[in-house]
Nanobody, 128 residues
Framework: QVQLVESGGGLVQAGGSLRLSCAAS??????????MAWFRQAPAKEREIVAA????????YYVDSVEGRFTISRDIPKNTIYLQMNSLKPEDTAVYYC???????????????????WGQGTQVTVSS
C-alpha cells in the first residue's frame, strides 16, 4: 500500500505561482517504478488529468489548458513529485490530487482508472 500526501496548496492571485508537492511512502517502496500524476477537480466538475510523468522522469504529459504554465517533476531519492504552477488563472481553482500507478510505463497514463493510489488532495484557489 502506497500513501501519498500532498502539500503546497493555498490562495493566490491570478498571475501568481504555487508549487505543489506529493510525498510517497510505503514499506519497501521503489518510487522509481511508479508513474505519477496530478489530477484536479473543480466544484461540480469531473476530475481531470493535469499532468503526468513516467517512472524515470524522461517523459511527461500536460493537458492543453496548462501546457506552458505548469511543470511536473520528480525527485526519486526524496520519493516526491512536484507541480510548479505559474501564471495561475481563476479557472485553475480546484482540489489537486496526486496519483500513482504501478507498474510504471514509459508513456505516462492519463485516465483516472489507470491509477492505483490517490492522495487526499490539496485546495488551490486563484482569485481574480
Amino acid at each position: 500500500q502506497v500513501q501519498l500526501v500532498e502539500s503546497g496548496g493555498g490562495l493566490v492571485q491570478a498571475g501568481g505561482s504555487l508549487r505543489l508537492s506529493c510525498a510517497a511512502s510505503a514499506s519497501g517502496l521503489t518510487f522509481s517504478s511508479y508513474t505519477m500524476a496530478w489530477f484536479r477537480q473543480a466544484p461540480a466538475k469531473e476530475r481531470e488529468i493535469v499532468a503526468a510523468i513516467n517512472w524515470s522522469g524522461e517523459t511527461s504529459y500536460y493537458v492543453d489548458s496548462v501546457e506552458g504554465r505548469f511543470t511536473i517533476s520528480r525527485d526519486i531519492p526524496k520519493n516526491t513529485i512536484y507541480l510548479q504552477m505559474n501564471s495561475l488563472k481563476p479557472e485553475d481553482t480546484a482540489v489537486y490530487y496526486c496519483a500513482a500507478q504501478w507498474p510504471g510505463s514509459f508513456v505516462p497514463k492519463i485516465r483516472m482508472d489507470e491509477y492505483d493510489y490517490w492522495g487526499q488532495g490539496t485546495q488551490v484557489t486563484v482569485s481574480s
